[in-house]
């Protein structure tokens, strides 16, 4: 967390899963008014970075120092939050300097107030993807807290893979890679069941047996079946 006199700013950052920690870490103690002093305690605990630069400054250097990594307000509005610690001016400033990835959950009023700055363009929090969270404490804790309407705190993201690139190419393109609160019904073309029968290829596949196949990559399977498909 940032920490500007008496207030703070969370900041979701998500790096590959190939960066050092330890790269980011000195990094960040690099970013604080006193580098000398560990943001690490010995108890596991950890103190907020007091930022020497401008705080917009502080997150473009951080996007340059590791450009691949995905940022992400979190919680906008309650505390901690950027709508509460900075003025709609300032927090439209920030959006416009440093754009996230994506922004967890911002009630209408929040976002009225940051479009009404006239800094943001009108297209801006249209486009941008949001996010649902459910703060988890534990692996056990994901997806399981609910908005007061009763709605799950999670996203689900259209991957092709795994990875940090994958994850930014879904938040860039929420409407059709992103979905908050249920999991999206499948509406795309897909086979649901297929009869094998003669001599040729995948003839000794036992009935009734599921087997899943990756058409990605076994391309030559997917090739046989398409062209086989009655």
Avoid: W
Avoid at 109 to 137: C, M
Avoid at 156 to 184: I, M, Q
């Amino acid at each position: 967390m940032f920490r500007t006199g008496k207030y703070g700013l969370h900041v979701l950052v998500v790096f590959d899963e190939g960066t050092d920690i330890n790269q980011v870490n000195a990094f960040l103690l690099g970013l604080d008014r006193d580098p000398a002093t560990p943001l690490l305690r010995p108890d596991g605990g950890h103190r907020d970075i007091d930022p020497r630069d401008h705080l917009i400054d502080a997150r473009k250097n951080l996007c340059e120092r590791f450009g691949s990594c995905l940022l992400i307000p979190p919680h906008p509005d309650q505390k901690n939050g950027l709508c509460k610690f900075l003025q709609p001016a300032d927090a439209a400033c920030l959006l416009k300097e440093v754009p996230p990835d994506a922004l967890e959950h911002c009630p209408e009023a929040e976002v009225q107030k940051l479009q009404s700055t006239g800094i943001l363009d009108p297209k801006f929090l249209e486009r941008l993807a949001v996010v649902e969270f459910s703060d988890p404490k534990s692996l056990e804790d994901i997806g399981t807290k609910r908005q007061p309407e009763g709605v799950l705190r999670a996203t689900y993201l259209k991957l092709s893979v795994t990875n940090l690139e994958a994850l930014r190419l879904a938040l860039h393109d929420p409407e059709t890679r992103l979905c908050v609160g249920n999991v999206p019904p499948a509406v795309h073309s897909r086979i649901r069941r297929m009869v094998v029968s003669g001599s040729g290829f995948l003839s000794t596949t036992p009935r009734n047996k599921v087997f899943k196949i990756d058409c990605r990559k076994n391309s030559c399977i997917a090739y046989y079946l398409m062209s086989h498909v009655a």
